[in-house]
T-cell receptor
């Protein structure tokens, strides 16, 4: 049973398009995150949600809009895709906001913008 | 703001060699420290973590790390590496009150040769 799953695994699209990535966790966690891993493998947090409430919103272009319909799901919608959006996007979840809670990561979605 | 630096970007070792990967963090308050591993094509997995107590922590697969507060360091060690340890290794921190935001280092690519 996959703990944190993401769809799709690969996404190839053209500049200017709008796309969504979905994330689901079956761990019963109440906090979910989106991280971006660039071509140099650097990982940076984008957003976090706790009980469907936005907690962390790093300096991310407003073309990126997260949505959490319930505690088990966190989707990422990207408008007007740009070449620089090409990256691997990882979803993660944890039980709570304390810095001691381990985050469990999904398999990643490799987004390629052409 | 917290930051993490990993000085070794690429490390190549022969099987059975000992491993030490450096990690230093910058933050004025209390931190929680993590090492994550990313095997080729896979998601991040937690190797070990330190919150408090014994500064020498043991993780999975024979890895251990030592927290040295005076040096702001949390180096990862393994006495004898295997070919299957080939992966990207990330040091990360969270801070108290930081909403469980993981700040990652730039990663170390480890290649173990037979």
């Amino acid at each position: 049973d996959t703990a944190v799953s993401q769809t799709p695994k690969y996404l190839v699209t053209q500049m200017g398009n709008d796309k969504s990535i979905k994330c689901e966790q079956n761990l019963g966690h109440d906090t979910m995150y989106w991280y971006k891993q660039d071509s140099k493998k650097f990982l940076k947090i984008m957003f976090s949600y706790n009980n469907k409430e936005l907690i962390i919103n790093e300096t991310v272009p407003n073309r990126f809009s997260p949505k959490s319909p319930d505690k088990a799901h966190l989707n990422l919608h990207i408008n007007s895709l740009e070449l620089g959006d090409s990256a691997v996007y990882f979803c993660a979840s944890s039980q709570g906001l304390s810095g001691t809670y381990e985050q469990y990561f999904g398999p990643g979605t490799r987004l390629t913008v052409t | 703001a917290q930051s993490v630096s990993q000085h070794n970007h690429h490390v190549i070792l022969s099987e059975a060699a000992s491993l030490e990967l450096g990690c230093n963090y910058s933050y004025g308050g209390t931190v929680n420290l993590f090492w994550y591993v990313q095997y080729p094509g896979q998601h991040l997995q937690l190797l070990l973590k330190y919150f408090s107590g014994d500064p020498l922590v043991k993780g999975i697969k024979g890895f251990e790390a030592e927290f040295i507060k005076s040096k702001f360091s949390f180096n990862l060690r393994k006495p004898s590496v295997q070919w299957s340890d080939t992966a990207e290794y990330f040091c990360a921190v969270t801070s108290r009150g930081g909403g469980n935001k993981l700040t990652f280092g730039t990663g170390t690519q480890l290649k173990v040769e037979l």
